[in-house]
């Protein structure tokens, strides 16, 4: 094996930014949980989720990205195997049925649906990129989507259907589908929303209602959280209280502070300055990742990176719209 060529165009300067990343990640969390003993394992947790992603990594640059391609069909059977098992099997937490308990860890497969369906529309759209302008191109390939996402949705997980949604809109666009037609998608998915109403959740329809018409002196809920991740991120100031020093979160005034608004929990010890770096490094990964998209060898790897870059553009910045009250409250993680 030519080890050479293997690793010829691998992007260190992805890497490093990935990697400092995840560091300032996992030490944000030490941070948030404040010396609180029921979530001390999680540091320790995510430092090993962290090295198991580098060796995933090392393995599947070592490895042709092609492979994934014929592998496509099965990738998908998995895709629908574990998410089917899921609603029959799964864990039950914050009212959804999205985690299996494999003893030291709970997985979730729909966080894994992310990539594998990128993987799969990449191939589909890839083969068909020929007659990509045909209607039935494009309708088959949204059910190749349609079908995961109606699953996730089912758990409930309505911000991880959302998520597969958007990134089969980046894909068929980025394969070059004709805009009347995205057009016309674009109409009919804005009814979505009146669409899916009534089959919302409880907990789903409040966050949406407290976001159009928030209550400013609400004491607890959706509307207090977001409340406190303004003061938390305003408290701030320019260059932050330091690490470890933030008064809300060290005083626990914000909430899920190690997850939702960990971005606010940043912006509080670190500052404006300290928060605009964090953003600038992030786009810098995107921007990497749409490099690797205008230089791959065939359409299959540019969607590839394509899809990874939308995955992680919308998923960071809806979360970070979200801490300061731009966007609805939501389970979507800061990548």
Not at 64 to 85: E, T
Request: hydrophobic share 55%; charged share 10%; aromatic share 12%.
């Amino acid at each position: 094996m030519n080890t050479t060529r293997i690793w010829r165009h691998f992007d260190i300067w992805l890497l490093a930014a990935v990697a400092l990343l995840t560091i300032a990640g996992v030490a944000m969390i030490q941070s948030a949980i404040g010396g609180n003993e029921d979530l001390a394992q999680l540091v320790p947790r995510q430092a090993i989720y962290a090295l198991i992603g580098l060796v995933v990594l090392i393995l599947t640059a070592a490895i042709d990205y092609r492979i994934w391609s014929a592998l496509s069909r099965v990738l998908y059977m998995v895709v629908l195997g574990f998410l089917g098992l899921i609603l029959a099997a799964g864990v039950v937490g914050f009212g959804s049925a999205r985690w299996f308990n494999i003893g030291i860890v709970n997985v979730q497969p729909s966080e894994l649906s992310k990539i594998l369906m990128i993987l799969v529309l990449a191939d589909y759209l890839s083969k068909h990129m020929l007659d990509i302008h045909q209607p039935k191109i494009l309708i088959r390939s949204l059910v190749l989507v349609g079908v995961p996402a109606m699953l996730v949705f089912l758990q409930p997980d309505l911000s991880t259907a959302i998520v597969l949604g958007v990134i089969w809109v980046a894909l068929v666009w980025a394969a070059g589908a004709r805009p009347k037609h995205l057009l016309a998608l674009a109409g009919i998915g804005a009814m979505a929303p009146l669409l899916a109403w009534p089959f919302l959740q409880n907990y789903q329809k409040a966050r949406v209602i407290t976001f159009l018409f928030p209550d400013p002196n609400a004491q607890f809920g959706e509307t207090y959280n977001v409340i406190q991740a303004l003061i938390t991120i305003g408290s701030g100031g320019w260059f932050g209280k330091g690490y470890g020093s933030g008064t809300q979160v060290q005083l626990r005034f914000l909430k899920v502070r190690h997850t939702d608004f960990i971005f606010s929990a940043m912006s509080e010890e670190f500052g404006f300055v300290g928060a605009l770096i964090f953003i600038l490094i992030f786009i810098f990964v995107i921007y990497r990742c749409l490099r690797a998209a205008s230089i791959a060898r065939d359409l299959y790897g540019a969607l590839i990176c394509y899809g990874v870059a939308v995955l992680l553009a919308f998923q960071g910045f809806f979360n970070i719209g979200m801490n300061l009250k731009l966007l609805p409250v939501s389970g979507l993680p800061l990548p």
